[in-house]
């Protein structure tokens, strides 16, 4: 089924023709945009650019410049298709106004509305939550604090749930502080029947373990000293001090893990869960505490790791392996999201830095990620590499139904 979405209102003013989309396209999500342009002085419709814009990067076009010269040089029909008038494109320096006027706060809520809407959660699904730097912004940035985004990642599909921009901290020790403050309103975009919240130590609050349980989630954190009396406690449980003799535990399951790779070996993990807590810690919906133990060796030196955490989930529900694999899987987001935007996409070379522009890339980066993903391709820098050289494959991925150049 199509349906005929107008642009933008100010495309009407541009006497721009509606374009057949389809409703669950990303090309009708950009519509739901506001265009923050005087509407006598447009000319390009807002989602005409932003569905260009995507599909250039999906043929690895990475730049404002790269965006504006791969736009250029697509043939009349592709153009009308794009939603621009027959021969006419815009100039780079038209993108780069529009990307830094631009709220990055509404593309960032239409984009989770698009992505959430085809991500059914399965039982168990797990969500990270972490921090992203633009790191070629500190040279321009006050206070040199380099975090713009907190973004919610989902394990098993690799998409994007939600991702919530970070306005500019006065100094870095503000960086945490200023994730904590954006959290609860990133949260509110997801829903979390059926999911797992997991995130590192600094996650690790009453107020956003309380909001995830209200929305039919669970948890599963990491604790360190910030939480310090919690901390204590677990780690008195599972491993007390000199001369205190460990108490043999009421409750414990065990799961082990071991591989290599990655220049590795013998990469071992260890979790032992307990509910010996359960009734003594004062914590949001605490079912179980548990701890981590990761030995590796690389050449002839053994290094090793001991980390502690809670969840909500009951020993029925996240028994030991699911508990590891649940641990394990937070950190995709760093070497499937946050490694891919840096190296693929170039996100940490770029130097844009100006308004919303660089918040807007973001999520464009991120939104070429989770098309790709949800679309079943794992290999990311290779399909961009094939959509450089056809590029009516990435056009499909935006608008679809597919568009197939004659």
Known sequence: MQCMVPPSPSASAARSEARSVSPTSLAAAFALVPDPRRQASVRYALPAILTAALAAILCNHRSVLAITQWIARQSPAVLQHLGFPAGHTPCQSTIQRLFAKLDGHALAEALSAYFAAGAAAAAGQGVSIDGKAQRGRLRFAPGGCPVHALTAFCHESGVVLAHEPIE?????????????????????????????????????????????????????????????????????????????????????????????????????????????????????????????????RVGEQTKGEVQYGITSLSPVTGPPERLLALKRGHWQIENQLHWVKDMTLGEDACLIHCGQGPTVMALLREA????????????IAARLREHSQYPSAAIALVLDPPYTHA
């Open 168 to 296: 500019p901290a006065t100094a870095p020790g503000e960086k945490h502080e200023a994730e904590l403050t954006v959290a609860p309103a990133l949260l509110a975009r997801i829903d979390w029947s059926g999911r797992v919240l997991t995130g590192d130590a600094l996650f690790c609050q009453r107020n956003l373990c309380q909001q995830v349980l209200a929305a039919q989630g669970d948890y599963l954190l990491l604790v360190k000293d910030n939480q310090g009396q919690l901390y204590e406690d677990i780690q008195l449980l599972f491993d007390p001090p000199a001369p205190i003799a460990p108490l043999p535990l009421l409750d414990q399951r065990e799961a082990h893990t071991s591989e290599r790779g990655h220049g590795r070996v013998d990469d071992q993990r260890a979790l032992r869960a307990s509910t010996d807590l359960t009734g003594y810690l004062d914590w949001p919906g605490l079912a179980q505490v548990f701890r981590v133990e990761h030995t590796w």
């Open 368 to 379: 070429t990620i989770s098309v790709l993903r949800r679309a079943g391709i794992r290999q």
